[in-house]
């Protein structure tokens, strides 16, 4: 005999490392992450942190830019692909309609406990990104993960759903114990967090001309991400030993970063196929 019983959510985290390009995330070798399942190579739908975070709360993971397919039928995949993350059966493109963030359908229609914690203050608590969310955290500093993870706490009556917007591989891809007066400077490039007005305007990339880029600072900068992402395996490693039972992480970014290439560095107002090339990963461990 069936039972009718629903069986509980997963809970569902969705890490997203702002600013990692996929290749450097690869040079990494991170091996904690990769036991979530193999990483893809995918495509951002926005080259900046606020609409891309917009998308990915709407439900839309980066694409995997597929040819001869409708966009509609792509989406309809793509939302199917919630029912493995969510442990549930009858999630579908129309259970999102109509408020479109996926904030809300965990927390009205599944009952989830909401919670984000983020790092750059353009997604602060007073954007419309807190929509949905019965927690929305800015994090004291831009670039500790382990502080997140150890500040995580698991509602044990419903199942639960974090964002972890990660900071440690945005520019200046420095590592939370690293004093700020060790941090790399880039003439003309603006320091990120003390104004948020740097982050809105893309925030980085006020060199107005080619000469200003130093290869040599350039590829010291392309290390430091990823030795960020490095450190980030450490911490996911924590992450993996603090999370329940049944539950589902999904490791992305929110964009790519240019180091120079064709004369860009950063994201943001950039067309560059590096500030669209993203890792994506995820799976269950347990
Ligand atoms: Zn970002």
Known sequence: MKSSAKPTPNNFVLVVFDSCRYDTFMAARPRTIRKL?????????????SPSHYNLLIGLMPHTSPRHVYASEYY????IKFNERLGT??????????????????????????NAMVSLPV??????LNTGFDTYKLMEKHNDMGAM?????????????????????????ALPHEPPDQWPRISGVHGIFKHLDDEVVGGKLLIKKEK??????????????????????????????TVPNN???TITADHGELFGEDGYFGHGP???????????????LR
């Open 76 to 79: 309809k995949k793509e939302f």
């Open 247 to 249: 539950t589902y992480i």
């Open 123 to 128: 997604l602060n608590p007073r954007t419309i």
């Open 89 to 114: 059966d009858d999630f579908e493109f129309k259970s999102l309609v109509p408020k479109m963030f996926l904030p809300s359908f965990l927390k009205d229609t599944l009952g989830y406990r909401t």
């Open 212 to 241: 200003l880029f130093n290869n040599q600072k350039l590829k010291e900068l392309r290390h430091r991400q990823v030795d960020a992402v490095k450190h980030l395996d450490r911490v996911v490693e924590e992450l993996f030993d």
């Open 37 to 49: 399942g193999r990483v893809e190579k995918r495509w951002s739908y926005a080259s900046w942190t």
């Open 149 to 173: 993870v150890r500040q995580m706490s698991f509602s044990e009556t419903q199942p639960n759903f974090f964002l972890l917007n990660v900071g440690e591989t945005h520019y200046p891809y």
């Open 270 to 284: 950039i067309h560059h196929e590096k500030v669209w090339e993203v890792p994506f990963v995820e799976g269950k």
